[in-house]
């Protein structure tokens, strides 16, 4: 038999039956949502809320963000490292502003969505065609959030000069 296969078999045979016993007949049905139970909505955490409340990127621009496409509001926090101007600086508050306005309403409007969502599936008697206009509805909303963000993305490639988006990228840790 082959060294390696030896290795192998030896690392198997040498498990603990009662160990194996325990993390089959233990935890193994044990959800990554346990606990979550207890949320008012069980599909968004606090934290989740908060961030779509106060309009917030909720990770929705990741495509834009991880492409070479600065967001307005890392590029206000970032104004002196990267040496923007007057003008920039004011050309990226009204993009931010502008963005932030739209996605905090968008998102008020989500997380009421789910809010209602989530009663239905309290009460107990939430059945088609019902859930299929609620998720769209809500799926339909988050549509409309990630398009603000990933739109104030785009638009800041117009305000920023190569340079101070690659240098962003180096300050964010892209490059």
């Known amino acids: 038999m082959p060294k390696p296969a030896i290795l192998?078999?030896?690392a198997l045979l040498s498990v603990d039956p009662a160990l194996a016993a325990?993390?089959?007949h233990g935890n193994a049905h044990a959800s990554p949502y346990a606990g979550e139970q207890t949320r008012d909505i069980k599909a968004l955490s606090r934290e989740d809320i908060d961030e779509l409340l106060r309009g917030g990127?909720?990770?929705l621009a990741k495509a834009a963000e991880l492409n070479g496409m600065p967001g307005p509001s890392h590029v206000?926090?970032?104004?002196?490292k990267l040496g923007l101007s007057v003008e920039q600086i004011e050309t990226t508050r009204k993009v931010r502003d502008a963005m932030l306005?739209?996605?905090k309403a968008i998102g008020e409007r989500f997380v009421r969505k789910e809010a209602?969502?989530?009663?239905?599936f309290r009460a107990g008697d939430i059945a088609e065609p019902e859930l299929a206009a609620r998720v769209s509805e809500i799926e339909a909303l988050r549509a409309k959030l990630r398009?603000?963000?990933?739109?104030?993305?785009?638009?800041m490639t117009?305000?920023?000069?190569?340079?101070?988006?690659?240098?962003?990228?180096a300050l964010r840790g892209y490059r």
């Open 76 to 80: 206000l926090d970032m104004a002196s």
């Open 22 to 24: 325990e993390s089959h």
């Open 8 to 10: 192998i078999m030896s």
């Open 158 to 169: 117009g305000v920023l000069s190569a340079h101070q988006v690659g240098r962003y990228a």
């Open 101 to 103: 306005s739209e996605a």
């Open 147 to 155: 398009t603000a963000h990933l739109s104030a993305h785009i638009e």
């Open 116 to 120: 209602e969502l989530e009663a239905r």
């Open 57 to 59: 990127g909720w990770g």
